[in-house]
């Protein structure tokens, strides 16, 4: 089952063509690394697929019903606010810079979305927010703050504040960008976890070894186009130049 | 002289600053935040409006605002309103003077926010009114405590404006006694409760600020 699908996405910002067509669909239980230059379009196509950027033309769907589609003449029209609403229920992102509430304890970071989106009691919604921060290791944190964390541990907060909704699918936007080398580890380790669960996931990564070791499928996107896409074997045996020098530079 | 006299009038004028003060802090803050929405507002009109309303208020003298809220009644209407209408007026304008100044300082915060507190939100199923209440204004509140506390101490001062419409108020009062008893000490007791109270405020404010330090 495709949890996600993407046709020919175009975006510009003003005169700038980002993206020039992307098209891409996720299975059910499968793992999608975007690896890929500063500026090739990652980000955005990642801030267009969680609906934080509208492309301006293109298809997005998730379990095969429109957030978007694209109208004869090229343009995407969003559906209305409240099917979104319920379609955005679908997947969760984990940002580069977290994003924790810091005026919040962590587990009430984890804890309030629930009790909002989906109306459960805060005893239920803080059980099972104790239970997923036990999981990631971070059961003496309920209470702390997140400016009390390190940046791997306010990570893992917020991988676990995201699944707190139970998504069907996890964006990731770069995890361990911001973090020291030393704290990667604690955090690649946790979404390895969820890969071993079959979680669905999409990874915007510059980790070209943990790329290589998780993923299902790859997808090297430069200049606003998806030039190479295949099998973590695919990429890394790739004869494309450009791919070649990108992965020759993060030295796998 | 008599001390106590003059301590009692003081007194009893001094009532009346606490009582302007607080009714324009009550009043003021909640309006402040809906001007500094209408001045942020995508609607063009809705924005300029706030604008023209805010730079109206910081540019002209709070004096002459006080004196145009009291007869605008009468020369734009033709109302006559009672003299009870002295202290009305002289609470209305220290109203829509302190809000233009609180607005922008709402702006200030509120625009101090990084877009991704609003992103995380969105993406987590949060609506717009639940993010900007749960998310977003505890924290700008506690960005703009220490302007707040700025304009709260102006503000205590302020109050002695009111003598421009005749409502007695401390000054008002220290004024009179000093000009009928020929001695400047009633002005400077009244300094000295200005004074006193101004640093209840500020401690009031700084145990505010305290407050909201568990966390960065």
Same mark, same amino acid.
């Not at chain 1, 994003?99 to 919040?104: A, G, M, Q, T, V």
């Given at each position: 089952m495709k949890i996600l699908e993407i046709r020919d996405m175009k975006k510009s910002f003003g005169d700038l063509e980002v993206l020039k067509g992307v098209s891409l669909s996720v299975n059910e239980g499968e793992v999608l690394s975007i690896i890929g230059p500063s500026g090739s379009g990652k980000s955005t196509l990642l801030r267009c697929a969680t609906m934080l950027e509208q492309m301006d033309e293109g298809d997005l769907l998730y379990l095969d019903e429109y957030a978007a589609k694209d109208v004869k003449g090229g343009k995407s029209i969003y559906s209305s606010k409240l099917d979104l609403k319920r379609i955005r229920r679908n997947f969760g992102l984990v940002f580069q810079n977290f994003? =924790?509430?810091?005026?919040?304890s962590v587990l009430k970071n984890v804890a309030e979305a629930p009790q909002l989106v989906d109306g459960i009691s805060k005893k239920k919604a803080e059980t099972r927010a104790r239970i997923l921060l036990d999981k990631l290791g971070l059961s003496d944190k309920a209470e702390a703050f997140p400016f009390q964390l390190s940046g791997g541990q306010q990570q893992r907060v917020s991988i676990a504040r995201a699944l707190a909704l139970q998504p069907k699918l996890l964006f990731f936007d770069?995890?361990?960008?911001? =973090?020291?080398p030393e704290l990667t580890g604690e955090v690649l380790k946790v979404i390895k976890e969820l890969a071993k669960e079959k979680m669905t996931m999409v990874i915007v990564t510059h980790e070209m070894h943990f790329a290589e070791e998780l993923s299902d499928r790859i997808i090297f996107i430069e200049d606003g186009i998806i030039q190479v896409e295949g099998t973590p074997e695919d990429i890394f045996k790739t004869d494309n130049p450009r791919l070649k020098e990108f992965i020759g530079k993060f030295g796998k | 002289m008599n001390i106590n006299f003059v301590l009692t009038q003081l007194g009893l004028g001094f009532l009346t600053t606490v009582i302007i003060f607080a009714l324009t802090l009550l009043f003021s803050l909640p309006l402040g935040l809906l001007v500094s929405f209408g001045r942020m507002s995508k609607i063009f009109i809705i924005r300029t409006i706030s604008k023209f309303y805010i730079s109206v208020m910081r540019g002209t003298p709070l004096m002459l605002q006080l004196i145009v809220v009291f007869f605008a009644p009468y020369y734009v209407f033709g109302l006559q309103l009672g003299s009870s209408y002295r202290f009305t007026a002289v609470i209305v304008a220290f109203v829509l003077n302190y809000a233009a100044y609180f607005a922008e300082i709402y702006r200030g915060g509120i625009e101090s926010m990084p877009v991704g507190q609003y992103e995380a939100a969105k993406v987590l199923g949060y609506s717009k009114g639940q993010t900007f209440i749960r998310i977003i204004l505890p924290q700008v509140i506690k960005r703009i405590l220490p302007p707040i506390t700025n304009e709260t101490i102006t503000l205590v001062k302020d109050t002695s404006l009111a003598f421009v419409l005749s409502v007695v108020e401390m000054f008002t009062m220290a004024k009179q006694i000093a000009a009928s008893q020929t001695t400047m000490m009633p002005l400077m007791i009244a300094g000295l409760f200005y004074y006193l109270f101004n640093l209840v405020v500020a401690f009031g404010m700084e145990r505010i600020e305290k407050s909201m330090n568990y966390y960065r």
């Open positions: 994003n =924790l509430f810091p005026h919040y770069e995890p361990t960008s911001a =973090l020291d | -």
